[in-house]
């Protein structure tokens, strides 16, 4: 459980082997090869802070998560558990936290702001610090993605499903523990109910009051270190059925904690986030209609045509040499290993987003496709040198980016 799970040169915590459902680890995924996090593009590109990056926001980790961190390294919990952060939920925003979340995040300060930065984060190592334990949001974020607009679709579906089962198990664990989750959700309610907004300057996360801590820990309150260690026992007892709880738990949805507070923020930041909201506030998806969804996506996004159409370049694009291609200097560093990018040559700016940088081995495809051509077996006869899957890979995502096209199309 505490190995990580690789899948196609992507990393997910190891409980995931037991959260999803088997099939998950022999699925085909897109490989994000440009979300370089030591070495982070977005710093480059987008004006980042290089120390925080991404991670300027408070996860929601749940309390097996923070179970297995405690196994692993007790004091980093107890100091969560100090500062007020960590209810029987797991790491659960204060009204103020989730209030420097809501501005941060909707003034397009994320990655940027210091409003708010993850306490997970390992400042001396610069890097995360609960890698292998780590959420559902932060293990499905990719700065840039191979398949531009459906890899977003692809991470957007994976995230809402392992959220959802995430939710699930952290309340299941609640109740196992003796937590009356009805309670516990009412003081979440009471809290942001008797919120007002603090004075500025101010960063988080801050917290929560001793007064509230009292009522969300019940009779927990003081013996936080046992809670996390009991639940870390119902993880491994249960490991094999996880999946299977997750999906019959009669979940409750903290809704009124979200709504209250939504209410208490300008008009312009409420609106924005519920525009980032998959579902509406209240709904209970249930967990095999969102597997179903992931699956679907899952399968288009590798699909290639079927023999009968015929692809071809995409007549408004350009193959260049790196070397020998005027370019911002920021970028060079995360371009190691790639020769060539195809381009859009009328495009005013050139970046990550607008080009798709190829290794050398990859100009013979793009040549290859200089007259429309099927995706059939002749391809393999005629690029003889290179691993069939990575064409169909490497296809795939031209497809996707339109680096390729239906000849029909032009
Ligand atoms: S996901 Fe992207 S922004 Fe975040 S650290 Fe990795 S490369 Fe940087
Ligand atoms: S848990 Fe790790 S990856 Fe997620 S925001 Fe915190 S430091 Fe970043």
């Not at 390294?73 to 797991?90: A, C, D, M, Q, W």
């Not at 986030?273 to 998806?285: A, R, W």
């Amino acid at each position: 459980m505490d190995t990580v799970l690789t899948i196609d040169g992507n990393s997910f915590p190891g409980i995931w082997r037991y959260l999803l459902p088997e099939d998950f680890a022999y699925m085909k995924l897109p490989q994000e090869r440009h979300s370089t996090c030591h070495n982070c593009p977005s710093v480059a590109c987008q004006s980042f802070r290089p120390d925080y990056r991404c991670c300027t926001y408070l996860p929601k980790m749940t309390n097996f998560q923070l179970s297995q961190v405690f196994h692993d390294n007790p004091e980093s919990i107890k100091r969560l558990v100090h500062r007020r952060l960590v209810t029987p939920e797991g790491l659960t925003a204060s009204p103020t936290d989730w209030f420097l979340s809501a501005v941060q995040n909707t003034s397009g300060q994320f990655g940027k702001g210091d409003l708010i930065l993850c306490p997970m984060f390992n400042k001396e190592l610069n890097n995360c610090g609960v890698h292998r334990f780590r959420n559902a949001t932060c293990s499905t974020f990719f700065c840039y993605k191979d398949h531009g607009a459906e890899g977003e679709i692809f991470w957007d579906k994976l995230e809402t499903l392992v959220v959802q089962i995430e939710s699930a198990l952290s309340q299941w664990i609640m109740s196992e523990l003796g937590i009356n989750i009805e309670m516990f959700f009412q003081s979440l309610a009471d809290a942001a109910e008797d919120w007002t907004p603090p004075e500025p300057p101010i960063s988080g996360p801050v917290g929560w009051t001793e007064t509230i801590m009292k009522g969300l820990w019940q009779d927990w309150y003081h013996r936080e270190t046992e809670y996390f260690q009991k639940s870390y026992q119902l993880l491994q007892d249960h490991k094999h059925e996880l999946y299977e709880i997750a999906k019959s738990y009669p979940m409750k949805r903290p809704s009124e904690f979200e709504r209250k507070m939504q209410s208490k923020v300008p008009d312009a930041i409420s609106h924005r986030l519920s525009e980032s909201e998959t579902y509406q506030k209240g709904d209970i998806v249930s967990i095999e209609s969102l597997w179903y969804e992931f699956s679907a996506v899952q399968r288009n996004l590798l699909k290639i045509p079927s023999s009968g159409e015929e692809m071809v370049q995409n007549p408004y694009l350009s193959l260049v040499e790196l070397n020998n291609f005027s370019l911002d200097q920021t970028l060079k560093p995360h371009l190691e290993g790639y020769s060539h990018a195809v381009i859009n040559p009328d495009s005013p700016t050139q970046n990550l987003d607008s080009m798709v940088v190829i290794k050398s081995h990859e100009t013979e495809l793009w040549h290859y496709f200089s007259s429309p051509k099927p995706i059939d077996e002749t391809l393999y006869l005629e690029l003889t040198d290179q691993d069939p899957q990575e064409i169909m890979r490497t296809i795939s995502e031209w497809i996707k980016r339109q680096i390729l096209v239906d000849r029909k199309r032009i």
